[in-house]
């Protein structure tokens, strides 16, 4: 049995994803009926906190079982290549949304950006819109709260991303 999403539904990846991987499933998405690709641009890797969340049953239910099959290590069909690190090397410049671009002629929105100067330079690279946040402050630790970020970074951007109301 699978949950029927009624929202838009967008596809969250991280760029220190293999591109290998990327090329496989970003395509998928416009196909799947996504209306964005939503890229994490704050937190290149996973840090190991003290404590863990929760499983969300409920959250699980919304993952696209066709989309996210590719994402498992033995299902990869990447011809030649061993894949022991799922989340790549943690190297991340802003020509990766370039790169992304390439794979999708959907919206592309950075998420996690707290900074004016990033926001410019997010749009500058291809990013369609941008999503103000600090990850609800769990794994920035001294990041400033994102409320406070929020009008320069609108400021910033002066009407050149997609304002996204959800």
């Given at each position: ?136 402050g769990r794994l920035i ?26």
């Amino acid at each position: 049995m699978y949950l029927i999403i009624l929202g838009p539904k967008f596809l969250h990846i991280y760029l220190t994803t293999p591109v290998e991987i990327l090329e496989q499933i970003v395509p998928q998405a416009d196909k799947k009926g996504y209306r964005a690709i939503v890229i994490t641009c704050d937190q290149p890797h996973e840090r190991i906190r003290d404590f863990v969340l929760p499983l969300f049953e409920e959250a699980s239910k919304n993952i696209d079982p066709d989309l996210m099959k590719n994402m498992s290590i033995p299902n990869l069909n990447i011809p030649g290549i061993i894949v022991k690190q799922p989340f790549g090397t943690g190297s991340v410049t802003w020509a990766n949304i370039e790169c992304l671009r390439k794979l999708t002629q959907l919206p592309i929105i950075c998420k996690g950006i707290l900074s004016p100067i990033d926001a410019e330079l997010a749009i500058k690279y291809g990013a369609n819109g941008i999503i103000v946040s600090n990850h609800g402050g769990r794994l920035i630790d001294t990041a400033p709260p994102a409320i406070e970020c929020l009008e320069d970074v609108v400021n910033a951007v002066d009407g050149r991303a997609e304002d996204i109301k959800a």
